[in-house]
């Protein structure tokens, strides 16, 4: 069930206005959403007014007249959509409560939300974009259009400088040897305390965590690429096949041969070990 009752959007597309121009006014029937994709804009609903600069979010509400008076000085461009609103959630304020514009601010999910509606709308599945159209409302009236990390525990700083290496390292050439001393040095501590360290905030040692992170990026291997497991072994930095094979199993409890005919009958990937953003740390810059 979609607890906001709304239609597949309908008359989908982007216009381009020339400087100065202008449009309505018109009598609003049904709901519409627009986005000011270039230029900024008034919009007026009733005897409401309000800036619509580039980027923002407009909410065009049926049972009142309204009028865009687009950029003067440079041409305005912008996508839009109709749809139709039956119910909704019992706790949303009344309709004439919600706001006519929402501005853009970074990580926002009206944008992109918006974007693919544009692109599927007519072609797309109906209820994804019912689903869609339901989202990107639910988001525009409760205020809630932020988007970011998926968070997870603080490490110590040290701790956050070792995996920043690793990942970096990796990341160049997963088959690098990375050693306790190269941690140490990139965490700036001992390599007594960095072990220390991590077994007490990951549980781990960071020798363990270094093969933690090998076996991640062959596992994306394994089920993303034709590469033979021996070919995943020497580029993940496994000494053999046969080495790689008793590790991954520990890891995941298959060994790869068989992890990849489950992927192959339609199984599920292995679940990384290291769930973490591996972009580097604010600590680490």
């Keep these: 069930m979609i607890p906001v009752g709304v239609s597949p959007p309908t008359s989908a597309n982007v216009a381009v206005y020339p400087p100065g121009a202008t449009f309505g006014p018109r009598r609003m029937r049904d ?63 009344a309709p004439e409560r919600w706001p006519l514009v929402r501005l853009p601010e970074e990580g926002d999910i009206l944008r992109p939300l918006f974007r693919h509606l544009l692109a599927s709308a007519g072609r797309g599945d109906p209820v994804q974009c019912r689903l869609m159209v339901a989202g990107l409302l639910a988001a525009f009236v409760t205020g809630e259009t932020r988007a970011g990390d998926v968070p997870r525990d603080a490490l110590p700083e040290p701790v956050e400088r070792a995996l920043d290496h690793i990942h970096a390292r990796l990341e160049t050439d997963a088959a690098a040897g990375i050693t306790l001393a190269d941690l140490s040095a990139a965490a700036c501590v001992t390599p007594e305390y960095l072990c220390r360290l991590f077994k007490a905030s990951t549980n781990r040692s960071p020798v363990e965590t270094v093969r933690l992170a090998r076996l991640d990026r062959a596992a994306v291997l394994l089920a993303r690429s034709n590469c033979p497991v021996g070919e995943i072994a020497r580029r993940c930095g496994f000494a053999s096949a046969f080495h790689f094979s008793r590790r991954f199993k520990e890891a995941f409890g298959l060994p790869p041969s068989e992890a990849r005919r489950a992927l192959l009958a339609g199984g599920t990937p292995p679940t990384p070990r290291l769930l973490r953003n591996t972009a580097p740390s604010p600590a680490a810059l």
């Design 31 to 93: 709901w519409e959403f627009v986005w000011i994709i270039e230029g900024d804009a008034e919009y007026r609903w009733g005897a409401q007014a309000v800036d619509a600069p580039a980027g923002a979010v407009v909410l065009c509400r049926p049972g009142e007249t309204d009028f865009f008076r687009w950029d003067p000085q440079r041409r305005t461009r912008h996508g839009y959509f109709h749809f139709d609103l039956g119910s909704r959630p019992p706790g949303w304020p």
